[in-house]
């Protein structure tokens, strides 16, 4: 057996990670470290954030064996963890009801948040109408321009959303935002980062929240098919699902973990939005990791049909993994995730996120070198409703082709 | 002792108060930079902050930002600016001081940035986004070639916090006045200059107080406090709309003679 222990007390997964932020926020994040810290100790915490995940996310979500899929493909038995079937359609979910409660135990009355496509706006607004915490929430220009419906959803729940002009308009901005916005609010303000990224504590954080996920499809694997999975894969943006997935099994030798990053056009296009296959180290919103970035050090736009993996770096814990060889990290283009997001469709009457389309598009490569004795995990991090607009217009723009 | 206290603290005995106004590298184009250097030695700072651009500022304000994204549509790279500041060498002789990044430099290289900065004979670093528990991997190469690192300090941390830091910092110490990021502000809060006496009494280098500096009040006003004061987004403001006379007023406030208090 592997042993496992990171971070380290200093926020570091080897050499990544870290606490890269202004002195002003420093003691926010000493402040947090210890809360943090102290309500895992603390068993009616626990039970708290449990009960809500079941009696309100709509915990445990089912390990569905994709029988058609399985058919279709004809060799390894394939499973999805449906995180899509939890309360507002996603695994994010999971995260800002662990975040909220510990903000309401931090004492802090108001949160603040940044979104890309709006899916962990929505997450973080709906937990703050649960919990009665003011909500801000920090969006892109751009991203408000491409996804209104998830701004006027994040309206609908009482969040003051806040469009972020600053930069290029987009996620990075929008994290750029939300943490100037928090530097200056650090005394009745918590920040629900959304992904395993930003200084620590925040990617142990996000990574324990969303440890559910691979928690639940342990315990499952081992009732369903007595045995754990043999492949599990996770699509990767920050890498939030994929940390929640493969932390429960990165003790496990025998399970191979796969994490998809977004290829875009192709990584040789340059228009990707795959860190760890095509960026360098370096350190950007608080953390040192793989960046798309150009020579002088300037962060690189990154570019994605799925808009929840439209980042330029990847959590800091993923790019300590890829180091140790514990996990294959791989990519698939925008093209391969819409194949496979219409083959879930046909097949199994389920619309995949985008994002998760991705992790269901390495099923072409990865099961040729499987047998039918073999069981494959999919992490299906989200439901499509949100992205069946983008997906019309580019099936349409490739008719026209 | 460093080059920077010795400027600041030449200042303080004569009862002055040191001014380092903030420039934005390449605002304006990088052949801009050697005129607006002279202009701040001729008006009598005692050092420039020189920003350097990245393309995401978080520490900074709107002001900065918008003069990092100008500076950078012409270009403008780290290596570019300590070149230029070497080749500049001979007309200026105040102390220049670092201010960027870490990503930047990161991807200079922590050897090559120290061998160039030590070439350009820049007096001290700043950089934002490296507290003190991070601060080793630059101080290790900036050592040896004897360029001050400089910490800043959040007056709101604990005292004991406010201490160590004031304690590792070279040249001087830069403590953050408000709450927040860089930017211009009317009133400096009440609390703000006890806070700066606590760590004017603790600090065994000059206190430098920036962030939110803009009028030649809070330049007296401060000046009875600490040793002296950085000002950023207004002098940014001033080149870039070309009314660098208006940073004038500052610097005489700064050369007043102040009682200390």
């Known amino acids: ?401 | 002792m460093s080059r920077l206290t010795t400027a600041i603290t030449s200042r303080v005995e004569n009862g002055e108060t040191a001014f380092i106004p903030y420039i934005m590298a390449g605002d304006g184009g990088l052949s801009a930079l050697k005129e607006q250097l002279l202009f701040l030695q001729n008006a009598g700072a005692t050092a420039v902050e020189l920003g350097i651009p990245f393309s995401d500022p978080v520490a900074d304000g709107p002001v900065i930002q918008q003069a990092g994204l100008r500076s950078l549509s012409h270009g403008t790279t780290l290596r570019e600016v300590l070149e230029e500041v070497e080749r500049l060498q001979q007309d200026v002789t105040i102390p220049i001081v670092i201010m960027t990044y870490l990503n930047p430099v990161l991807q200079l290289g922590l050897e090559e940035f120290a061998g160039l900065a030590f070439k350009a004979q820049v007096a001290g670093v700043i950089i934002p986004d490296m507290p003190l528990e991070e601060s080793d991997l630059l101080r290790d190469v900036l050592q040896p070639v004897s360029i001050d690192l400089i910490q800043l300090v959040s007056l709101t941390s604990p005292a004991e916090r406010v201490r160590r830091i004031a304690e590792a910092s070279e040249g001087f110490v830069y403590a953050v006045t408000v709450n927040g990021i860089t930017g211009t502000r009317q009133t400096l809060p009440e609390v703000t200059f006890d806070h700066l006496r606590e760590l004017k009494q603790v600090s065994p280098v000059p206190v430098m107080a920036g962030f939110g500096v803009s009028t030649p009040e809070h330049v007296t006003q401060l000046g009875e406090v600490v040793d002296g004061v950085i000002v950023g987004s207004f002098v940014v403001d001033a080149f870039a709309n070309g009314h660098e006379e208006t940073i004038l007023p500052l610097l005489d406030a700064a050369k007043a003679v102040t009682t200390r208090v």
């Open chain 1, 1 to 401: 057996m592997i042993t496992y222990s990171a971070p380290d007390t200093r926020g570091r997964y080897g050499p990544y990670g870290g606490q890269f932020v202004p002195e002003t926020l420093m003691h926010a994040l000493t402040e947090l470290d210890a809360a943090y810290k102290e309500s895992q100790q603390d068993p009616s915490f626990q039970e708290e954030v449990r009960y809500y995940l079941e009696n309100y996310v709509g915990r445990e979500n089912p390990l569905y064996f994709a029988e058609r899929l399985t058919k279709h493909y004809g060799k390894a038995k394939i499973y999805l963890k449906r995180e899509d079937l939890n309360h507002t359609g996603a695994h994010k979910i999971n995260n800002t009801v662990g975040q909220a409660l510990l903000a309401k135990r931090m004492g802090k009355k108001k949160v603040v948040a940044e979104t890309g496509a709006g899916q962990h706006g929505v997450a973080t607004a709906t937990v703050s109408a649960l919990f009665g915490l003011e909500c801000t929430i920090f969006m892109g220009k751009e991203d408000i321009r491409r996804q209104q419906l998830n701004v006027f959803r994040m309206e609908l729940l009482g969040a003051k959303v806040v469009e972020v002009t600053q930069g290029s308009g987009t996620l990075k901005d929008a994290v750029n935002e939300a943490l100037r916005y928090w530097v200056t609010h650090v005394e009745d303000t918590h920040y629900i980062m959304g992904s395993v990224l930003g200084p620590h504590p925040f990617p142990q954080i996000v990574r324990d929240y969303q440890s559910v996920i691979g928690q639940e499809t342990r315990r499952q694997s081992l009732t369903q098919f007595d045995q754990l999975p043999t492949h599990v894969i996770a699509c990767i943006g920050g890498g939030s699902n994929a940390m929640g997935m493969f932390y429960p099994f990165i003790q496990d030798e025998t399970v191979k973990l796969i994490g998809v990053e977004a290829a875009g056009h192709g990584v040789a296009s340059g228009k990707h939005a795959a860190s760890l296959t095509g960026g360098k180290v370096g350190v950007l919103h608080g953390a040192m990791m793989h960046l798309l970035q150009d020579e002088a050090g300037q962060i690189q736009e990154a570019h994605s049909i799925s808009a929840g993996l439209d980042y330029p770096g990847i959590g800091p814990e993923h790019s300590y993994l890829h180091d140790l060889g514990r996990v294959e990290y791989t990519s698939v283009t925008d093209e391969e995730a819409l194949t496979a997001l219409q083959l879930l469709a046909q097949t199994e009457g389920i619309i995949p996120a985008l994002e998760s389309a991705h992790a269901l598009a390495h099923l072409e490569t990865l099961l040729s070198e499987t047998t039918p004795e073999d069981h494959v995990v999919i992490c299906l991090s989200g439901r499509g409703d949100k992205d069946v607009h983008t997906i019309r217009e580019a099936l349409s723009q490739k008719e026209d082709v």
